[in-house]
T-cell receptor, first 114, second 109 residues
Framework: SQTIHQWPATLVQPVGSPLSLECTVE??????LYWYRQAAGRGLQLLFYSVGIGQISSEVPQNLSASRPQDRQFILSSKKLLLSDSGFYLC?????????????FGEGSRLTVL | GQNIDQPTEMTATEGAIVQINCTYQ??????LFWYQQHAGEAPTFLSYNVLDGLEEKGRFSSFLSRSKGYSYLLLKELQMKDSASYLC??????????FGAGTTVTVRA
């Protein structure tokens, strides 16, 4: 069966510090991968999605970046965090061969920038 | 872009029925999803509609009208564990999934 993991689960970072969130998927090949952010009381905002290694589409031009160094690995990064980067970050995957497949979410990473 | 609207909050009594409406305006349409999200947790998939009509899954049903840009999620025989946020999401013509802000349902005894 397919599983998705992301880490760390919780982190508190000072403004201006770097960020790295990692997500891996197991049990499937060539998944579509996504990073979403959910601010407190807000909906899910799509940040990045990827349909293959090295292929990243950005939805939100901010101080965040994403990379996909391997087929089932998706990394969200920032060189300098802002207060507004605080939120609940969710990695998700969907079947690459099926455009009708639902998203499966990781456990989430709660980021607090102080 | 996408515009997805759903009520912010709803309250209902245990054992009752609640209907959560969702309206959307999208550039292309490739399906509508409903997700459940408990506080502090990741969303979990509930239902998927791509054709007009009603899809039933146990106590949960979801309806879609593509011509009206409208969907609803029906929760029957409410239980306390159904207290959660319910997210309406639409897949657009580019197959990206965009979410509404969510409807927080509170079930009271």
């Amino acid at each position: 069966s397919q599983t998705i993991h992301q880490w760390p689960a919780t982190l508190v970072q000072p403004v201006g510090s770097p960020l790295s969130l990692e997500c891996t998927v197991e049990g499937t090949s060539n998944p579509n991968l996504y990073w979403y952010r959910q601010a407190a009381g807000r909906g899910l905002q799509l940040l990045f999605y990827s349909v293959g290694i090295g292929q990243i589409s950005s939805e939100v031009p901010q101080n965040l970046s994403a990379s996909r160094p391997q087929d089932r690995q998706f990394i969200l990064s920032s060189k300098k965090l802002l207060l507004s980067d605080s939120g609940f970050y969710l990695c998700a995957w969907s079947a690459g061969t099926s455009h009708t497949g639902e998203l499966f979410f990781g456990e989430g990473s709660r980021l607090t920038v102080l | 872009g996408q515009n997805i609207d759903q009520p912010t909050e709803m309250t209902a009594t245990e054992g009752a029925i609640v209907q959560i409406n969702c309206t959307y305006q999208t550039s292309g349409f490739n399906g509508l999803f409903w997700y459940q999200q408990h506080a502090g947790e990741a969303p979990t998939f509930l239902s998927y509609n791509v054709l007009d009509g009603l899809e039933e899954k146990g106590r949960f049903s979801s309806f879609l009208s593509r011509s009206k840009g409208y969907s609803y999620l029906l929760l029957k025989e409410l239980q306390m564990k159904d207290s959660a946020s319910y997210l309406c999401a639409v897949r657009d013509g580019d197959y990206k999934l965009s979410f509404g802000a969510g409807t927080t349902v509170t079930v009271r005894a």
